[in-house]
């Protein structure tokens, strides 16, 4: 089993920065990769960024962003801490949602939900305009 914890959520204006964290304790060994997903209100989760470890974790890996989040979006790691974090800078009010760490044993396609075994209880955050 890989516990997650998120912290970090909170109302920021437009053009803000936020960053969230993901500290991961537990059997985080078997983990392939670790990613960030959001919901927002009425519509589905989907995906926001994603790393996928090339040897262990918390090694050297390949990142994966969607579209809307390119650029102002990023996940920097904490080894020492176990901890992963979603970096966001020029918030928009369309960032508004729940944001959940995920973590995948055998994590194939970073950006579906359903290859993650693992789930923290989500962080709101709230962009107003």
């Known amino acids: 089993q890989v516990q997650l914890v998120e912290s970090g959520g909170g109302l920021v204006q437009a053009g803000g920065s936020l960053r969230l964290s993901c500290a991961a304790s537990g059997r985080t060994f078997s983990a392939n990769a670790m990613g960030w997903f959001r919901q927002a209100p009425g519509k589905e989760r989907e995906f926001v960024a994603s790393?996928?470890?090339?040897?262990?974790?918390?090694?050297?890996?390949?990142?994966y962003y969607v579209d809307s989040v390119k650029g102002r979006f990023t996940i920097p790691r904490d080894n020492a801490k176990n901890t992963m974090y979603l970096q966001m800078n020029s918030l928009k009010p369309e960032d508004t949602g729940v944001y959940y760490c995920a973590a995948g044993q055998r994590v194939r396609n970073v950006k579906t939900s359903h290859d993650y075994d693992y789930w923290g209880q989500g962080t709101q955050v709230t962009v107003s305009s």
């Open positions: 790393i996928i470890w090339s040897g262990g974790i918390w090694s050297s890996g390949s990142t």
